[in-house]
């Protein structure tokens, strides 16, 4: 009676360390030293493989306690990472890399390396639970997006992520990846067939670029409009020949802005 009291109470021991273990080592090895006092207290037999069934039962079932602990701990690390990622970026497509081999993944990773892309594959379950936790109204619209399999590109060029798969696929006369949807500054762009417009967007340097080189158009006509008076004589008046330039020049900047915008 006194060894089935003993056994039972090493037991309970056991089990409650289950909750307090930080591996499935630490669960390994205190099973082994439990099995090692029914070896050497025990004397009656079937206590002996009662004690050790009990034991093997419990480590089991402590095993895929902590797989389930781990697994759960590795999912909130993907989802702090993505948190990160999506706060980081303000641009950011959703693409579908399924049927890509390994070798075709690998040169779609190299050419977003080169053109400073992050990429990133994640369960659509985890990109969800990320993008809901920082602001779920913002991201409602790439929710339906978040199907088959998923990679992600960040990058602070709005464009460059489209320009790496346009060139992806032409290169590799395929259809993968495909867009699936595309963050840009707030703005939100669902589809594949939205790649093309996202190829040609202009990004703010550019944009600026445009705006400084139409600000200065009309400097540039009226400098080179007094260089010519000067050189080749003319029977008008400096003033005259600044206002004919000036007025030529915002002539031609109302017509050019629609242009480059188009």
Known sequence: ???????????????????VSQSRAEVGIGA??????????????KIKLVGILSVSLMMMMAIFLNIGVVQKELKNEVIDVLKGKFSQYNNFYITDTESLSVEQVSNLRRSCFNQQVEMKVAKNTLIRKALESLDSE??????????????????????????????????????????????INGDIFVGDNSLDALTKIKTKNELLGEVIGLLQSPAKRVLAALLNHAENGSTKTETEVVAAAVEAASAEAPAAAPEQSA
Do not use: C, H, W
């Open 1 to 19: 009676l006194l060894q089935r009291i003993l056994m039972g109470l090493l037991n309970i021991i056991f089990f409650l360390s289950l909750f």
């Open 32 to 45: 082994l030293l439990l099995v090692l006092l029914f070896l050497i207290l025990a004397r009656d037999n």
């Open 138 to 183: 913002k991201y409602a619209g790439l929710y339906q997006s978040l199907n088959n399999v998923t990679a992600l590109m960040f990058s602070e060029n709005p464009k460059n992520p489209a320009v790496i798969i346009s060139s992806f696929r032409k290169e590799n006369n395929a259809e993968r990846p495909t867009l699936k949807a595309a963050f």
